[in-house]
């Protein structure tokens, strides 16, 4: 099953740089995909257009086997597919973790009182129980990824898409990422510049450059 396809996707900056030409690009159920490349080879922007928050020139983005094309088509997608920031600043706005992390569960219509158990549930699975209360820009930087981990876990997804998600931490919270990432029954692709993350995280590897992909040999890949 296809969870995320983008196909002859043509797409350039508005300062008329080409990042993609003819690009294509899937997700599939049970994939774990680890993406590789250079600065600038458009492996956030790739992210960016499966989720509607850029759009291409030309080409076709499809989620869940449906083509999105209006804005009504990704809100649809974005509650299936969780997608992490490069930076949780751009994805915590709230005073407290709780609030933070509650904020998608109620948006998709669960009560309130769903929504808290749910926050209680995804925060003792990323190693954060008893944060609720926490005041969210308090926290260091790797408690600050993993709340915004919570946050898109709390959504229930099908699969995520994770753009550098251990960029950034210690030694410790980057063992426990990789305790919540290969202990879930997600599908995902990964963004990330750690090589031996992405070897222990994800089954196969690709490498983005000069918006074209080619396959990457992956030493070793979790069980």
């Known amino acids: 099953m296809e969870l995320i396809g983008l196909s002859k996707i043509d797409f350039s900056y508005q300062n008329g740089t ?41 080409g076709e983005v499809r989620g869940l086997g449906k083509i999105c094309s209006k804005e009504k088509d990704f809100r649809r997608l974005r509650t299936k597919v969780g997608y992490l ?16 992390v509650a904020f998608g569960p109620l948006n998709l219509g669960k009560t309130r009182s769903e929504a808290l ?14 944060f609720e209360k926490r005041v969210t820009y308090q926290l260091s930087g790797g408690e600050k990824q993993l709340v915004a ?33 290969n202990a879930s029954d997600l599908s995902w692709a990964m963004v990330s510049h750690e090589q031996d993350f992405l070897e222990q995280t994800c089954t196969s590897l690709i490498y983005l450059n000069h918006g074209l992909f080619q396959p990457f040999p992956c030493a070793g890949h979790a069980a």
């Open 149 to 181: 981990l919570a946050s898109v876990l709390a959504m229930e997804p099908m699969a995520l898409l994770l753009d550098e998600p251990s960029t950034g931490l210690d030694l410790e919270h980057k063992k426990q990422l990789l305790k919540i990432l």
């Open 85 to 100: 920031f490069q930076d949780p600043e751009d994805q915590l706005f709230c005073a407290t973790v709780a609030e933070d």
């Open 18 to 58: 080409r990042v993609f030409s003819d690009m294509e690009f899937s997700l599939n159920l049970g994939e774990r995909v680890g993406i590789v490349g250079p600065n600038g080879a458009g492996k956030s922007t790739l992210f960016k257009l499966a989720m509607g928050l850029n759009r291409p020139d030309r």
């Open 117 to 130: 158990e749910i926050t209680s549930r995804v925060l003792k699975q990323v190693g954060l129980e008893g």
